[in-house]
């Protein structure tokens, strides 16, 4: 699914203390969360203001008396200069990049943060079906809609930023995504920063959905091993306009959407590698963390990331990402799913989830048969049943439910 984009219009300018958060998506349902949800938890701050709050502790140490010997250390400036920072509300403009919102829906979202209106505003961008040939090449869709390759159309939309957050929105925000963001140096050689793989080497074996990675070049599969996730990021726009990143990125994708497994994460790494920043392992944290690796993590042994940092990520997750195809609004049982719901309840989104849960039910069940299986993968390889494999997954798929029904009788 696409993403939320929180940026900072250009310094120097009047208003370049504003700061935006960018909603991309064209699931209405599922986008209230961020946007809300994140809204509601912070108030963040300009980096103009950090600075000129950075100045002014320094004049102040300046114009003491030079024969004092206790000088400042540098984390009481650092605090001085967070409660400086902390003290500066900011105003959030939510775009939604979309196709197929419709009016009614719009004004449902637009309910949703009426309660934050003080500081949030929604804005909605028809990209009328932008990347719509690219989209019907490539080879993998899964779960993902057309809507995730809006991602790298950012330097055009968003002219008048130096920098942006682009968060994906099957997610709730938990924790404060500002200080990341105020961090973030435009001036620095950097096109993107985000989240890395902890393990770079958990991509082998190259099966499965993975499998399309072997017609990558060494350079391409380099960069998709070593880069940062797609579920959130942070944008130097500056840089892209300098370098003509989305241009490169629109470019790359006409050339090899027939060849991509993760859509605009693929194409994000290979045209910013290895110009990527590290951002701390807390802001993508997978809904299934814990019940895959224990409940401190105990199974997930630190690599690129440090025990602490790890540590942090699970006590304090910044970001918490539905992961997969199986999201919460389809699978209720999913882990932490109680989270997104607990959010769903305060918006206007949640009479009409109800109303049309059974239906989301029984669909989810059909698609578990096998006579659903076997039409979809007819569909998607009309020579399927020449492949081995299909014939050892649905024996193994009938041995199963007779060896159920035996134990059943025992």
């Known amino acids: 699914m696409p993403p939320v984009i929180l940026s900072q219009i250009g310094g120097g300018q009047q208003g370049s203390k504003n700061t935006d958060l960018i909603n991309l998506d064209s699931k209405a349902e599922s986008k209230i969360l961020d946007s809300a949800d994140s809204i509601e938890s912070k108030t963040l701050n300009s980096k103009d203001s950090?600075?000129?709050?950075?100045?002014?502790?320094?004049?102040?140490?300046?114009?003491?008396?030079?024969?004092?010997?206790?000088?400042?250390?540098?984390?009481?400036?650092?605090?001085?200069?967070?409660?400086?920072?902390?003290q500066i509300p900011l105003f959030y403009h939510l775009y939604i990049l979309h196709n197929d919102i419709p009016a009614h829906y719009q004004d449902l979202l637009n309910q949703s943060i009426e309660p934050f209106r003080d500081f949030a505003k929604l804005i909605f961008i028809n990209c009328q079906g932008t990347f719509e040939k690219q989209w019907q090449e490539m080879p993998q869709k899964s779960h993902f809609a057309k809507e995730v390759l809006y991602k790298i159309l950012l330097q055009g939309h968003f002219a008048k930023y130096h920098k942006i957050i682009i968060s994906d929105v099957d997610v709730v925000f938990?924790?404060?995504i500002s200080q990341s963001f105020l961090d973030f140096d435009i001036e620095s050689d950097v096109y993107i920063s985000g989240v890395r793989a902890n393990d770079p080497n958990g991509i082998f074996p190259l099966t499965g959905w993975k499998e399309g990675y072997k017609k990558f070049s060494k350079a391409e599969f380099e960069a998709v091993k070593y880069g940062v996730g797609g579920g959130y990021l942070i944008a130097n726009l500056k840089k892209w306009r300098h370098d003509d990143i989305e241009s490169k990125m629109i470019e790359y994708l006409r050339l090899n959407?027939?060849?991509?497994?993760?859509?605009?994460?693929?194409?994000?790494?290979?045209?910013?590698?290895?110009?990527?920043?590290?951002?701390?392992?807390?802001?993508?944290?997978?809904?299934?963390?814990?019940?895959?690796?224990?409940?401190?993590?105990?199974?997930?042994?630190?690599?690129?990331?440090?025990?602490?940092?790890?540590?942090?990520?699970?006590?304090?997750?910044?970001?918490l990402h539905y992961i997969g195809d199986?999201?919460?609004?389809?699978?209720?049982?999913?882990?932490?799913?109680?989270?997104?719901?607990?959010?769903?309840?305060?918006?206007?989104?949640?009479?009409?989830?109800?109303?049309?849960?059974?239906?989301?039910?029984?669909?989810?069940?059909i698609k578990t048969t096998l006579p659903?299986?076997?039409?979809?993968?007819?569909?998607?390889?009309?020579l399927f049943f020449i492949d081995p494999r299909i014939y050892f997954k649905i024996t193994k798929r009938i041995f199963k439910k007779i060896w159920g029904k035996i134990q059943g009788r025992d």
């Open 50 to 86: 950090t600075d000129s709050s950075s100045k002014n502790s320094a004049n102040s140490i300046k114009s003491k008396n030079q024969n004092t010997p206790k000088v400042p250390q540098a984390h009481q400036l650092q605090e001085s200069n967070a409660i400086k920072k902390s």
């Open 174 to 176: 938990l924790g404060d």
């Open 257 to 319: 959407a027939h060849k991509l497994v993760l859509a605009e994460q693929d194409v994000l790494n290979i045209i910013c590698y290895p110009k990527i920043a590290t951002l701390s392992p807390a802001h993508i944290v997978g809904h299934q963390m814990w019940e895959r690796y224990g409940e401190r993590w105990e199974k997930y042994p630190p690599k690129v990331y440090s025990k602490n940092e790890l540590d942090s990520a699970r006590r304090h997750p910044i970001q």
């Open 326 to 365: 199986k999201k919460p609004w389809n699978y209720p049982s999913e882990p932490k799913s109680e989270l997104w719901y607990s959010y769903l309840a305060k918006t206007p989104f949640l009479k009409i989830f109800l109303a049309n849960i059974e239906c989301v039910i029984i669909n989810n069940y």
């Open 372 to 382: 659903y299986r076997l039409k979809a993968l007819f569909k998607r390889n009309k």
